[in-house]
């Protein structure tokens, strides 16, 4: 079972900037991680990807981020990081952190492993 900690949400003006974290714990198990992500979903629309990271560092955004946001990893912590500048008020949304990866605890029975944190809120006030 993976652990997720997110933290960073809150509230914010237009035009402000916010970072928000995210943290795993295994419990002992042995994980790799190979890609990680945050979603948002604002109320009354889809989930959708806000970006992305694979272990070896490429990252991926939603085309809705225009350059605003950065995201960022630190394999060490097993952290993640989204730094998010330039906030408009149709970033009001849940955001969500992701992790998928495969269990190797089982060495010659890996399993995938697939885990969402309980979302942090964040508000850009007009």
């Known amino acids: 079972q993976v652990h997720l900690v997110e933290s960073g949400g809150g509230s914010v003006r237009a035009g402000g900037s916010l970072t928000l974290s995210c943290q795993y714990s295994?419990?002992?198990?042995?994980?790799?991680?190979?890609?990680m992500a945050w979603h948002r979903q604002a109320p009354g629309k889809q989930r959708e990807l806000v970006a992305s990271i694979t272990n070896s560092g490429r990252a991926a955004y939603g085309d809705f981020t225009m350059g605003r946001f950065a995201i960022s990893r630190d394999g060490a912590r097993n952290s993640m990081s989204l730094e998010m500048n330039n906030l408009k008020s149709e970033d009001t949304a849940q955001y969500y952190c992701?992790?998928?990866?495969?269990?190797?605890?089982?060495?010659?029975?890996?399993?995938?492993?697939?885990?969402w944190g309980q979302g942090t809120q964040v508000t850009v006030l007009a």
């Open positions: 295994s419990s002992g198990r042995r994980l790799q991680m190979n890609s």
């Open positions: 992701v992790v998928d990866g495969v269990d190797l605890t089982d060495w010659d029975r890996p399993k995938p492993v697939k885990s």
